[in-house]
């Protein structure tokens, strides 16, 4: 049994992945307002000047240059030492299309971005959680298998998969004091999946969101960040394994 004192958060060391989509604007927001320590991860950063706009914007944080899962993790602890969260906020464009006309391709870089990716990196930073009997996991996938729809078989199946995986870990690394939890996002506003001009601007786009959605509305970026700096906060770490939807009371 570890001591309160031992399992006390105090300034967390955070690493955040693909911080520039989905929820990792608000993500980010909220995690820097809450004093943690935050390593960023993502794709754009292998070009240098990206990486360097990024900085001077978020003058605090710690953009990394690797992109790849297995140099992801070393990365960020050169940067800030041990970390004490890691929030895997995977991403990939939505394939809209029947099931006789998805592209293998796509279904397969689809898989490799927002399944693959979080369990090798996974794999990356739970032997140093484990070995401390401290950590937060915080899987980001989707509410979307809760109301499948035609035509988006893809997404529907991998958020799915990872979702699983992140409920199998929970329970595999409980004896170990490392919490595993998801936050399962529909109809958050992010320009990869419901950007503003559409949805936002457009009164068509807000009307069909009204119609969809209880709360009459999408989700906003700092909502779902505090949700997701909360889990990552390890202020309660007995709450594992849990799905946790982001929808507005959808579906």
Known sequence: MIRQDESSPGVRNVLLTNVLSYTGP?????????????????????DEEARQRFQHKWPTTHPLRVAVADGVADEAIDQLGELDAV???????????PVEDVDLMDLRATFEAV???????????????????????????????????????????????TTAFAKTLAKELAQFQVQVN?????????????????????????????????????????????????????????????????AGGWP
């Open 26 to 46: 608000g993500a980010l927001e909220a995690l820097v307002s809450s004093g943690c320590s935050v390593a960023c991860h993502d794709p754009a950063f292998v």
């Open 87 to 97: 929030v895997f906020n995977d991403v990939y464009p939505l394939t809209v299309r």
């Open 115 to 161: 399944a693959v990716f979080p369990f090798r990196l996974a794999q990356c930073v739970i032997p140093r959680m484990k070995s401390r009997h401290r950590g937060s996991l915080v899987f980001v996938t989707s509410a979307r298998e809760r109301r499948p729809e035609a035509g988006y078989s893809v997404p529907t199946m991998v958020r799915a998969a």
């Open 182 to 246: 998801v936050v399962a996002p529909n109809y958050l506003a992010s320009e990869l999946y419901y950007p503003r001009a559409r949805f936002v601007d457009d009164p068509s786009g807000r009307a069909m969101i009204a119609a969809l959605v209880p709360f009459g509305r999408l989700g906003t970026p700092d909502e779902v960040g505090e949700l997701i700096a909360f889990f990552a906060s390890g202020r309660s770490p007995f709450v594992t394994g849990q799905v946790v939807d982001f």
